[in-house]
């Protein structure tokens, strides 16, 4: 069941996760597959859940798109109750929870999904693997998840240096996707990338994006 499992949430995208000395950053392609059909070209897959937090999906699209906007929900109730900004820790808990419920909840179809969660609070920035099955791993360096992450793995294993800025961090995470785009089918049309530091959630300009990969 697990190889199966494995299976299924490793099609279709290529993201990615960078732990940097003053920041995470985020990336992701924008291509929708369905088997052999690119079905959407323009799709988002990183989504701020909080001013200081977001989050990358793959898997099945239904799923990622309901659980994220449960998580923001429960981030806001949870901001409103204690009248203070959950921690990165506390997000990737809330959100393991919903997963965790997800894949054991009987259906037709099974809920297939797993994210990436990067954030910065009072004790730092943290990235988050977290898995279809509500598993959570901490990382300290770099994550990838998606039919393309070998390929990404391959650049991130290579390149990556500890103590990285936000900068380099970001040309590191378009040459990891930018490897999947050129190997891996589902893999493609175009990169978003998102920034989260002290200062919040950012959203790195396109305009710098295509300048990178030319």
């Known amino acids: 069941m697990k190889d199966n499992i494995s299976d299924l949430v490793q099609k279709g995208t290529t993201t990615v996760g960078i732990v940097c000395k003053d920041g995470i950053v985020l990336a992701a392609d924008k291509r929708v597959s369905a088997g052999y059909l690119i079905s959407n070209k323009k799709m988002n897959k990183i989504h ?4 200081y937090s977001a989050v990358t999906m793959a ?3 239904s799923d990622a798109q309901l659980i994220t906007k449960l998580i923001k929900a429960e981030i806001r109730l949870r901001r409103i109750r204690s ?12 959100l393991a929870n919903i997963l965790y419920k997800n894949i ?9 999904v797993g994210f990436l969660l990067g954030g910065s609070d009072s004790k730092g920035h943290h990235l988050y693997e977290l898995g279809v099955d509500g598993s959570i791993t901490p990382t300290t360096d770099f994550c990838s998840n998606g039919s393309g992450s070998s ?3 391959g650049v991130l294993e290579t390149l990556y240096s500890e103590g990285l800025d936000p900068e380099a961090g970001i040309e590191l995470a378009l040459k990891a996707i930018g490897a999947a785009l050129q190997r891996d089918m589902p893999t493609g049309d175009g990169i978003d990338v998102f920034v989260i530091t002290k200062e919040g959630v950012k959203i790195h300009p396109t305009r710098r994006i295509r300048k990178t990969l030319e």
């Open 48 to 51: 701020k859940i909080s001013d």
């Open 59 to 61: 898997g099945l699209v």
């Open 83 to 94: 009248a203070k900004e959950p921690s990165t820790k506390e997000t990737a808990n809330q």
């Open 104 to 112: 054991r909840t009987p259906s037709m179809v099974p809920g297939i």
């Open 151 to 153: 390929l990404a793995y």
